[in-house]
């Protein structure tokens, strides 16, 4: 256990004292050295060795003073010596230590003064032997408080995954795999962390595989079976002659090491793998990645875009912010000079729960347990101010991973979910004990967080909490249209659902929302979720929203659309919106839009968010069959199922007519919603019209028809089967007797206006537009005035960010105004506006 920083102080301060009047030569480094470790309440003998041999390059023999492998090299000088030289000697070792050996801190000194290097975070530190007491902290590596710096980013996470990975693959290929491989890699990662975060001592399991285990591997899994069977076991129910190097290690509990495993088996290659990852600095991986790591390891393709396949700490926080953490900071502002009502503060966070209903690897649980010890450690460093004598730090920690709830239906991320908050735990006890120089950890662990291990869509939420109440619900549930659930997971909605009116429109993520609104009706329990943006757009608004208005449930913030960097497999950014919602009319309230779905959101307060996710009356629209107005219904064009085989180019529509000149006129301008807004020109032959004579006088025709003749027939659906028998028809037919606007179904929402435009027959469309016929100057300013794409942005559906123009919601549901009166309308001459490309 590391002493306090104030007994690293006081011996500091003893040891400046002791050397700085001594006339030192270099017979005594060993003596300054062994005085040094003993500043920080370590032995120098146990994990430095003097003089250690190495070869540099060009074969030439070195001896460096002295070498903690992995952690430090020192190079010391007889005073006032050249300090760059020692440095560039001690560079000069590098080349003949093994990489795993290589150090993380280079010191160098002359007795009188320190120099030290922080080779990770390329920083460099210079003291005098007399200031060495306010520079202690610098050395919280030695004593067991070292501090790590965690980068999103950090390479060390690539070289993690890869080198587990490594492992991983060798395992498998062996023939150890499934349940027990899972386990028994989270349980070397716990390991593999436990050396670098103060658990074990610094290299405990390094020193204990190269020790304790043969060179060709052939033993290692025996004595890592012993290894796990003692972290699961108390001190005092321990054997009497254990091994000491292996009763030193300290007893972890938890059930992360309870369950006996099959014997695994290991060569050198696998051996030497392990002893390579123990060489990474492990401390400086987020719990909150550690989901992640596992993930990549387990599938190669996630291994090499490790860093797209993380659900960013950034995102985690638009959520957890203006859920609950941005009210707690602002609540410990008005509190914090009041040391009663900070103390009843401090215990109420105690009382808080949170549930995480689709944890996967439980990395917002991690963050907002993080995000919460940090608020805690500011309220313990207020109340400090008024108790300068604090005796153990353990009495003033209030949270817990015990307030922290998730299920999860996979089985091994719901164990690293634990695994994690665990680690989490344990690098804020680190935090606290820094703070405050004395070192605090919670181990063996005595507490846990309820992760389990289930379906959340048949399960009952409220069983995990004797209350049934949580504080707070979130979390990012799975994104799955509607259209693409499995047989069970429509079973799981339809279980849900009951009772709501066409929820079969609803995508998989709704699930979660209705069940939370049963959970926290009547409560002041408050609930976030990430979600696909499809829940605050088109007709999935009417079916879901009004059930939760009608449930009680108001929406207290939002994030309107932006880019989410997520953890899924496959998926690097989907489209999101974030929605906060509870039973209680809560203010103030915020939205938060995005210019740019990429970049940074703009805050503004909004008196009410409906549903559309703008400030505005609670109402949703449901789906009309029929306009709202007295004004034309409009249609998608020609859906021609026909297996490509009557569209060309026009270079293709060229060489088709060389051989079937008589198909000539029979050929249609085709527009699509990628032919209208890019001015592409594509040609469609129509055959519908065409007389059986006229047909069987085009040979190059006829091959055409046989052809959708059998695409339709080779087609899994009846109905498409059934269309082979008219194969010159198409499915769903659409001609326009006079000039019709052309409205495309889906456009890029970085247009302000959607683009609409006159055309006439003999021009076809294809079903990707919609057709307003007969229409006249009055629709044609309607659809295109700001009003119009203003209300199209706010209801429309969309394509990840794009628009969709639906006939149902946008076109049938919105009011017009009235028209111009009778003899008022400017005539249409539709030559004068017909479409010649966007």
Same mark, same amino acid.
């Given at each position: ?482 259209? =693409?659930?499995?047989? @069970?997971? &429509? +079973? ?9 009116? $066409?929820?079969? !429109?609803? #995508? ?83 939205? =938060?839009?995005?210019? @740019?779905? &990429? +970049? ?9 968010? $409906?549903?559309? !996710?703008? #400030? ?89 028809? &046989? ?132």
């Amino acid at each position: 256990m590391p002493i306090s920083w104030n007994e690293i102080k006081s011996r500091a301060l003893s040891f400046s004292k002791e050397w700085a009047d001594e006339t030192s030569e270099d017979a005594e480094a060993k003596s300054f050295w062994d005085g040094f470790f003993y500043v920080f309440g370590i032995s120098r003998k146990r994990v430095a060795s003097f003089e250690e041999p190495v070869k540099k390059l060009g074969d030439r023999q070195g001896f460096i003073v002295l070498l903690w492998k992995g952690t430090l090299l020192v190079e010391h000088k007889s005073r006032g010596k050249d300090l760059d030289r020692a440095y560039s000697q001690a560079l000069d070792y590098f080349p003949g230590i093994a990489e795993r050996d290589l150090p993380k801190y280079v010191l160098v000194s002359d007795f009188a003064r320190f120099r030290l290097y922080d080779l990770d975070e390329n920083e460099q530190h210079e003291f005098a032997l007399e200031d060495f007491y306010n520079q202690i902290k610098l050395f919280g590596f030695i004593a067991g408080y070292q501090r790590h710096r965690i980068r999103e980013q950090d390479p060390v996470n690539i070289r993690a995954a890869e080198a587990m990975g490594r492992l991983h693959d060798q395992m498998k290929e062996v023939g150890y795999d499934g349940h027990p491989l899972e386990l028994y890699l989270v349980r070397l990662l716990f390991c593999l962390f436990a050396e670098d975060t103060g658990i074990f001592e610094r290299q405990q399991f390094q020193e204990f595989i190269e020790q304790r285990t043969s060179e060709d591997g052939s033993d290692l899994a025996a004595q890592l079976s012993g290894l796990f069977q003692v972290l699961n076991t108390a001190p005092h129910q321990r054997l009497k002659n254990l091994d000491e190097q292996i009763a030193d290690f300290p007893y972890v509990n938890g059930l992360l090491f309870a369950e006996t495993l099959p014997h695994a088996g290991f060569d050198a290659r696998m051996r030497q793998g392990l002893l390579d990852a123990t060489a990474l600095d492990w401390g400086r991986i987020s719990p909150a990645i550690f989901g992640s790591l596992f993930q990549s390891i387990m599938d190669r393709t996630a291994r090499r875009n490790l860093g797209a396949h993380y659900t960013s700490e950034t995102n985690i926080l638009k959520l957890i912010k203006p859920l609950f953490l941005d009210q707690l900071w602002e609540e410990f502002e008005r509190v914090k000079g009041q040391t009663k009502r900070l103390q009843e503060f401090h215990q109420r966070l105690r009382e808080l729960t949170f549930l995480d209903p689709a944890c996967g690897c439980g990395n917002f649980l991690v963050i907002a347990y993080r995000e919460l010890r940090l608020l805690e450690l500011v309220i313990l460093k207020q109340l400090s101010r008024s108790d300068q004598l604090i005796l153990d730090v353990s009495q003033l920690i209030r949270l817990n991973v015990d307030q922290f709830y998730g299920i999860e239906i996979e089985e091994f991320p719901s164990q690293i979910a634990q695994v994690a908050l665990w680690l989490m735990d344990h690098q804020m006890n680190l935090l606290i004990s820094e703070e405050f120089g004395l070192y605090f950890a919670r181990i063996p662990l005595q507490a846990s967080s309820t992760i389990v291990h289930g379906n959340a869509l048949r399960c009952d939420w409220s069983s995990l909490l004797p209350s049934g109440r949580f504080s707070y619900v979130m979390g990012n549930p799975p994104f799955v249209g509607a259209k =693409f659930l499995s047989a @069970d997971q &429509k +079973g799981d909605v339809n279980s849900v659902f009951e009772g709501i009116r $066409n929820a079969g !429109l609803l #995508d998989f993520v709704a699930a979660w929302y209705v069940k939370t609104a049963r959970l926290i009706a009547d409560s002041r329990s408050r609930c976030a979720f990430v979600s696909t943006n499809s829940i605050s757009q088109g007709e999935q608004v009417g079916v879901l929203w009004s059930w939760m208005l009608q449930q009680g449930m108001h929406i207290f913030f939002a994030h309107r659309t932006f880019c989410w960097s997520n953890e899924a497999r496959g998926n690097a950014a989907v489209h999101c919106v974030i929605v906060g919602f509870g039973a209680e009319d809560l203010t103030p309230k915020w939205l =938060f839009s995005y210019d @740019d779905i &990429k +970049g940074e959101p703009l805050r503004s307060q909004a008196k009410t968010i $409906n549903p559309y !996710l703008v #400030d505005g009356p609670n109402l949703t629209l449901f789906k009309r069959s029929n306009p709202l107005c007295a004004v034309p219904h409009i249609a998608i064009g020609n859906k021609p199922i026909d297996g490509g085989h009557y569209l060309f180019t026009p270079e293709e529509r060229d060489s088709f007519l060389q051989l079937e000149p008589l198909a000539t006129p029979f050929f249609h301008r085709w527009i699509g919603a990628h032919e209208f807004l890019n001015g592409y020109e594509r040609w469609c032959l129509w055959l519908g019209d065409c007389s059986p004579a006229q047909l069987q006088a085009m040979p190059e025709a006829m091959k055409r028809v &046989k052809a959708v003749q059998q695409s339709r027939l080779a087609s899994k659906s009846m109905p498409t089967k059934k269309l082979a028998a008219t194969p010159t028809r198409f499915h769903v037919e659409n001609f326009p007797k006079g000039s019709f606007l052309v409205i495309p179904e889906a456009s890029s929402e970085r247009r302000y206006y959607l683009p609409i435009g006159f055309e006439q027959p003999p021009t076809m469309c294809s079903n990707l537009v919609k057709i307003l016929p007969d229409a006249t100057l009055y629709q044609f300013g309607i659809l295109s005035s700001l009003m119009h794409n203003a209300w199209m942005r706010t209801v429309c559906g969309r394509l990840k960010s794009d628009y969709r123009y639906s006939v149902g919601i946008v076109y049938n549901n919105f009011p017009w105004p009235l028209p111009p009166l009778p003899g008022k309308m400017t005539p249409l001459h539709p030559d004068h506006f017909l479409h010649q490309g966007a």
